[in-house]
């Protein structure tokens, strides 16, 4: 390393930096504020939200604004037809003004079952005002976890278990650790980037784009509050810690296996237009600790001015803050007339039932099996189809929604306008794959194994 990067200076900024990455979202603290009646145990990141949300009239104002301005910018900047999925998601978009004025004004042609609980009043109250109220503040926070060498500190340790267990270089840890923080989307731009400057086979790309590019930590905080009841404040988020590690250990299995079976085995291991991909060189035990510090050291010294990263990825969540809650609040309350009125998800779920009826999960199979068909539209709407169910159900679906992935708002618009060439039919294939294994491996864990070590699942 040079005396730049070992420097007093930089040393102190990796530490200081990281520690403020990880208190902000992976510590849960409480915060009693008795004169608002404020009482909650979660990150620090959703105390800001929550407490934002708790200002007069705030989810009455904030969430139209931002719906009827992300609805139409794509065609104020006349970006709506840059490409096909940019011009199908543009008017996706636009059903989401409709959908705010029907909310806001409640004509009386509109039918009452609209404004049930798991209606109009979920998609709207626990899904995209959270989102929307999020996005800018994760923006806020993500310097601190994205460009201070945590993740190229993690990504060392990884090293000698990713080409044993996911087929995949060591340094795709990094590309992993990514997704998780940035979201589907920046997973997979990064992964197809990486692919198409010889970094990774299309086979490797493929594993890593349909088996880690999920939601990001941001999106996994409204899942688990919005599971395991509002009223008695039993959220999934008081117990975080336990569902966000479930939910990666999950996710990780899941793509251990993927990645050996049809439709990912049958893809061929070479690069982008035939460009050799070099292995990379296996690291010893010995030096998994020097290697990682200087990994994160050296990314430290060659980050930018904190203002300059905090603009950058304000920018970003900006960005994200107009194309997101208008995409969630049209598909999904769209989907759930779907679930509601035809019976197009009872059919998918089908596929799912005969394994929650194994499962044990008795009467409450089936809208366990619905909530798992739904989720290819959205990986929130499985919430409202569980909202109701116990705990332990709840638990299932919210590990499940996390680890499938693949869904139509996030990651298959991504994947299907990539250079990986990863057709409509594999990743209809992942997503079953995907969903059978989770909802598995999540029932065996929150069962048995969580009883059985006396590990609490619920606050």
């Known amino acids: 390393m040079s ?31 008795p004169a608002i009646g404020y009482d909650l145990k979660t990150i620090p990141i959703d105390h800001v939200v929550t407490l934002l949300r708790m200002i007069p009239k705030f989810d009455d104002i904030y969430g139209p604004i931002i719906i009827f301005i992300g609805a139409l910018a794509p065609f104020v900047t006349k970006t709506w037809n840059k490409n096909k ?18 909310w806001i004004f409640k004509p009386s042609f509109v039918p009452a079952k609209f404004y049930d609980e798991n209606m109009l009043p979920f998609m709207y109250y626990r899904i995209t005002l959270p989102v929307a109220t999020l996005l800018p503040i994760a923006s806020l926070a993500l310097p601190f976890l994205l460009n201070y060498g945590l993740m190229d500190f993690i990504g060392v340790f990884f090293n000698p278990l990713m080409r044993p267990i996911f087929k995949t270089p060591g340094k795709s840890a990094v590309d992993i650790s990514a997704s998780f923080v940035g979201g589907c989307s920046v997973g997979v731009l990064i992964t197809n980037r990486t692919y198409k400057e010889g ?15 999920t939601v990001a930590i941001s999106f996994m905080v409204i899942v688990s509050k919005a599971l395991g009841g509002i009223a008695d404040k039993r959220y999934l988020l008081m117990n975080w810690g336990t569902f966000f590690l479930t939910s990666i250990l999950i996710t990780a299995i899941v793509t251990a296996i993927t990645a050996r079976i049809y439709p990912i085995s049958s893809k061929e291991d070479v690069g982008y237009k035939g460009q050799v991909v070099e292995k990379e060189k296996k690291i010893s035990a010995k030096e998994i600790i020097p290697r990682a510090i200087d990994e994160g050291l050296t990314a430290c010294s060659k980050s930018e001015s904190f203002t300059k990263c905090l603009l950058n990825n304000l920018k970003d969540g900006m960005m994200m803050l107009l194309n997101v809650p208008p995409v969630l609040l049209s598909i999904g309350f769209i989907a759930l007339l779907l679930a509601e009125y035809t019976p197009i998800f009872n059919g998918i779920a089908y596929i799912f039932y005969p394994f929650a009826k194994l499962l044990g999960y008795g009467e409450e199979a089936f ?12 990986m929130f709407l499985p919430a409202g189809i569980v909202g109701n169910a116990s705990l332990f159900t709840q638990m299932t679906m919210a590990v499940v929604s996390i680890a499938e992935v693949i869904f139509f708002t996030g990651s298959i618009p991504c994947l299907l306008t990539s250079d990986m060439e ?23 864990m929150v069962r048995f194994l969580y009883p059985l070590f006396g590990i609490p699942v619920f606050g």
């Not at 007093?8 to 902000?24: E, R």
């Not at 809208?367 to 959205?378: E, F, M, Q, R």
């Open 367 to 378: 809208t366990l099996a619905k909530g798992c068909a739904i989720s290819i539209a959205d």
């Open 422 to 444: 990863i057709t409509i039919k594999d990743i209809l294939i992942l997503w079953i794959e995907r969903v059978i294994l989770a909802l598995i491996l999540a029932s065996l």
């Open 199 to 213: 970094g990774y086979t299309k086979k490797e790309a493929t594993i890593i784009a349909t088996g880690f590019s």
């Open 85 to 102: 999925v940019s011009m199908i998601f543009s008017f996706i978009n636009l059903i989401a003004i409709p959908i705010m004025l029907i």
């Open 3 to 33: 005396k730049e990067v070992r420097s007093g200076q930089n040393v102190c900024k990796f530490l200081v930096m990281n520690f403020i990455a990880i208190l902000l979202f992976f510590i849960t603290i409480r915060i009693k504020i």
